[in-house]
T-cell receptor
Framework: IAGITQAPTSQILAAGRRMTLRCTQD?????MYWYRQDLGLGLRLIHY???????GKGEVPDGYSVSRANTDDFPLTLASAVPSQTSVYFC???????????FGQGTRLTVV | GQNIDQPTEMTATEGAIVQINCTYQ??????LFWYQQHAGEAPTFLSY??LDGLEEKGRFSSFLSRSKGYSYLLLKELQMKDSASYLC??????????WGAGTKLIIKP
């Protein structure tokens, strides 16, 4: 089934630990995004990639890094997790930057 | 600055019509998106407006006024499955989406 897949679905992580959230799409979309969603706030863009090999910073990039080695994969890494990074993380992709985005099912991350 | 405002919560009756409003302030506006998000699930695309006017898609319609920085999502013949959050997002000059906090729509029988 074509779409966008995130892993893991949920995770409890000790503060200070390193964690990589995985995201894979098979729609050959050029653009990919990482958002976090917190109660009472809109989705906030962490990092994005317009095309394979390029990445950019979004609204809240601090403490996160990404890579885009190929079209399909866009992992998000927390180098040293802190409790404020407790959130639901959504990966999304779109054919181009100005077209509708398709979202993964989300990763619920709790940092304790 | 860039800003999106939409009501936090609305309640409507099954079979009725509801209008969810969204106002925005976006530099270099490149269009307005509406997404639906059921509790615990991912957002799914509903509509995109870049020109003024009404776009109709089945029971859902979306309206845009660029001069007023205003959009609304109109849902007709409400069904219980329409209970969800509705997210308004405007696209800026860098093609980045600025998201509202969402409107939680509660449908009552």
């Amino acid at each position: 089934i074509a779409g966008i897949t995130q892993a893991p679905t949920s995770q409890i992580l000790a503060a200070g630990r390193r964690m990589t959230l995985r995201c894979t799409q098979d729609m050959r979309h050029n653009a990919m995004y990482w958002y976090r969603q917190d109660l009472g706030l809109g989705l906030r863009l962490i990092h994005y990639s317009n095309t394979a090999g390029t990445t950019g910073k979004g609204e809240v990039p601090d403490g996160y890094s990404v890579s885009r080695a190929n079209t399909d994969d866009f992992p998000l890494t927390l180098a040293s997790a802190v409790p404020s990074q407790t959130s639901v993380y959504f990966c999304a992709s779109s054919e181009r930057m100005n077209t509708e985005a398709f979202f993964g099912q989300g990763t619920r991350l709790t940092v304790v | 600055g860039q800003n999106i405002d939409q009501p936090t919560e609305m309640t409507a009756t099954e079979g009725a019509i509801v209008q969810i409003n969204c106002t925005y302030q976006t530099s270099g506006f490149n269009g307005l998106f509406w997404y639906q998000q059921h509790a615990g699930e991912a957002p799914t695309f509903l509509s995109y407006n870049v020109l003024d006017g009404l776009e109709e898609k089945g029971r859902f319609s979306s309206f845009l006024s660029r001069s007023k920085g205003y959009s609304y999502l109109l849902l007709k013949e409400l069904q219980m499955k329409d209970s969800a959050s509705y997210l308004c997002a405007s696209m800026d000059s860098n093609y980045q989406l600025i998201w509202g906090a969402g409107t939680k729509l509660i449908i009552k029988p």
